[in-house]
């Protein structure tokens, strides 16, 4: 069973500087997807970033990217010039792949808090 | 496109009673499912399809049942409420790559549940 771990609950930073959020996560499958999530105080889920286990390259987008290591099963995301509208919980979520698979079954971490202060 | 909707927002029931939490998509998507959010515990998958009439259990399905008659509806049933049901709960849809799973998952607004 794969698992995924968010070992910060909670993070601050200053509106316009660099964070980092960490992920790793636990599985046997060689083809698989992750992503960041972040949920604002509405509860809405918004997709943040997704990344491609076979792809070597860090997917960003925008002010957001991520540090993929697949070898050490690390899935960071990095918010740069942080701003107020990005205070929210952030998940990070696995998704299993390959041939075999079927149906969305994304496994989430616990999530991260991050508080952006002005 | 309304996206992914789920009907009611919020919902009070008492231990025993039964009800449905509807949702449904208007992206023609064939993978539908649903989560429980929890306090400290992320988001945990109930029950999932991958097409109608298609239909499996996740990581925690006791409590609830699901079914899939049309692609667009997805609807989830509590037959007898417990307050371990108390709970956030949210629908999602996402459509199969090359026919396996992969692409983003569209999350509906949710249903706040309260079981006394």
């Known amino acids: 069973a794969q698992t995924v771990t968010q070992s910060q609950p909670e993070m601050s930073v200053q509106e316009a500087e660099t964070v980092t959020l960490s992920c790793t996560y636990d599985?046997?499958?060689?083809?698989?997807?992750l992503f960041w999530y972040k949920q604002p105080p509405s509860r809405q889920m918004i997709l943040v970033i997704r990344?491609?286990?076979?792809?070597?390259q860090n997917a960003t987008e925008n002010r957001f990217s991520v540090n993929f290591q697949k070898a050490a099963k690390s899935f960071s995301l990095k918010i740069s010039d942080s701003q107020l509208g990005d205070t929210a919980m952030y998940f990070c979520?696995?998704?299993?792949?390959?041939?075999?698979?079927?149906?969305?079954?994304?496994?989430f971490g616990a999530g991260t808090i991050l508080r952006v202060k002005s | 496109n309304a996206g992914v909707t789920q009907t009611p927002k919020f919902q009070v029931l008492k231990t025993g009673q039964s009800m449905t939490l509807q949702c449904a998509q208007d992206?023609?998507?064939?993978?539908m499912s649903w989560y429980r959010q929890d306090p400290g515990m992320g988001l945990r998958l109930i029950h999932y399809?991958?097409?109608?009439?298609?239909?499996d259990q996740g990581e925690v399905p006791n409590g609830y049942n699901v079914s899939r008659s049309t692609t667009e509806d997805f609807p989830l049933r509590l037959l007898s409420a417990a307050p371990s049901q108390t709970s956030v709960y949210f629908c999602?849809?996402?459509?199969?790559?090359?026919?396996?799973?992969?692409?983003?998952?569209?999350f509906g607004p949710g249903t706040r549940l309260l079981v006394l």
């Open positions: 999602a849809s996402s459509y199969s790559k090359d026919g396996h799973t992969g692409e983003t998952q569209y």
């Open positions: 599985t046997s499958e060689n083809n698989y997807y």
């Open positions: 990344q491609e286990a076979y792809k070597q």
């Open positions: 979520a696995f998704l299993p792949g390959g041939v075999e698979e079927y149906g969305n079954k994304l496994v």
């Open positions: 992206m023609n998507h064939e993978y």
């Open positions: 399809s991958v097409g109608a009439g298609i239909t």
